[in-house]
Every structure is written in C-alpha cells, then in structure tokens.
C-alpha cells in the first residue's frame, strides 16, 4: 500500500530552527507538497518539489530526495504565529494525491 | 481569505436529518474537490469533479451525495450519517486535477460536523 510517514508532533522555540521530516512509499512519484494548516483554518500551500535538492523560499525550505523517499520542511527564525500543523503530500504516478497525516509544530517563547 | 468560502462553518445534526454543506470558489478553477479530515488522520478524499463532471468517487458511502451545478459552486448533501461520520469537511479547487505542473490546491476553511 501507499505510505506517507511524518511526527505526530514536534515542538521548537522562538527564534530557531526545525526541521519535518516525511518519507513516502508510493506507487509512482510525480512531485511531494507541503501544505500548513493553522488551527479551524485552511491548509495553504508552502511548497512544491519534484525534483531533487532544497528549494528555499524566505524562512521556509524544502528538501526531497526521490531515491531515498524523503523530504523535508526546514522552518528558520521561529516566531509564534508557525504553530501549526504541517500536511505532507505525494503525487503519484496516477497523479493521486496521498497525505500524511500532518505534523502539529508547536513553538514555545 | 482564501478565494474559496464554505458554508456552514459549524454543524450539528442528528442522525436522521438532511443537511448540505456548500462550497464556493472565486478562482476561475476546473476542478473541485471534497475531502474529510478527521483528527490525526491523512486527508480522505472524497470526491472530485472537473468541469462540472464527476471524475472520482472514492467509495463514499451513499449518505454523502455530491452536487456541483457549475464550475464554481459545490455542494455535498448529507442524509441519515452516523456518528463516525463527525469530521471536518474540507473543500478544495485547483486549476487542473491531472497532467504535470504543480496543480496546487486551494482549500475552503472547513465545516465542521458533528453528528449526534
């Protein structure tokens, strides 16, 4: 069957670094997102990789290595409003969408 | 504001009431998706429609009927649910369900259901 596996839930201090991981068994791969999703909100797109290597985007990078089935969510400078929960998906070779079932981040002072 | 608005945003209903949940997206999007996300659980998709056309249906019980009228508005009608069936319902859009690119998805901020 089709995996997707990342922590239930991490917690971090304001002002450092975290990183999420998620690693995947999939049938196919056609590219892996990160979505966040604050408390009684919409999940919103971060970000998208499809190939290998870090994709950075202000505080917020991603990682994806396809022969290791894994990728990552690197978060810098923590501030208090990145409390949230962090959805991992992968695209497969039907271009499914397979979730995790997310990563609750809390960021203490 | 996402550009895509869910209606109600709280819901309680007994097991043998009708009920409808609607969606709305002001993105110029294809597709539109229904999934349930219930706590600690990957997101269930649930159904999908592109142009206005049912194109997935994951085994949803038939309790659960979509509805979508046009490219803009849809709507899932609940009927005799169960307990189990308390969730948050979430609603999605993208521009295009399948080929390559990134075909992100744009989701509503939920409804949440409770079924007594």
């Known amino acids: 069957g089709q995996n997707i596996d990342q922590p239930t839930e991490m917690t971090a201090t304001e002002g450092a670094i975290v990183q999420i991981n998620c690693t995947y068994q999939?049938?196919?791969?056609?590219?892996l997102f990160w979505y966040q999703q604050h408390a009684g909100e919409a999940p919103t797109f971060l970000s998208y990789?499809?190939l290998d290597g870090l994709e950075e985007k202000g505080r917020f990078s991603s990682f994806l290595s396809r022969s290791k089935g894994y990728s990552y969510l690197l978060l810098k400078e923590l501030q208090m409003k990145d409390s949230a929960s962090y959805l991992c998906?992968?695209?497969?070779?039907?271009?499914?969408?397979?979730w995790g079932a997310g990563t609750k981040l809390i960021i203490k002072p | 504001e996402t550009g895509v608005t869910q209606t109600p945003r709280h819901l309680v209903m007994g097991m043998t009431n009708k009920k409808s949940l609607k969606c709305e997206q002001h993105?110029?999007?294809?597709?539109m998706y229904w999934y349930k996300q219930s706590a600690k659980k990957p997101l269930e998709l649930m159904f999908v429609?592109?142009?206005?056309?049912?194109?997935e249906n994951n085994s949803v019980p038939s309790r659960f009927s979509p509805e979508c009228p046009n490219s803009s508005h849809l709507f899932l009608h609940l009927h005799t649910l169960q307990p189990e069936d308390s969730a948050l319902y979430l609603c999605?859009?993208?521009?295009?369900?399948?080929?390559?690119?990134?075909?992100?998805?744009?989701f509503g901020a939920g409804s949440r259901l409770t079924v007594l």
């Open positions: 999605a859009s993208s521009q295009d369900p399948g080929g390559d690119g990134a075909n992100v998805l744009t």
């Open positions: 993105l110029g999007h294809n597709a």
């Open positions: 429609y592109n142009f206005k056309e049912q194109t």
């Open positions: 999939t049938s196919g791969f056609n590219g």
């Open positions: 990789n499809v």
């Open positions: 998906a992968v695209r497969d070779s039907n271009y499914q969408l397979i």
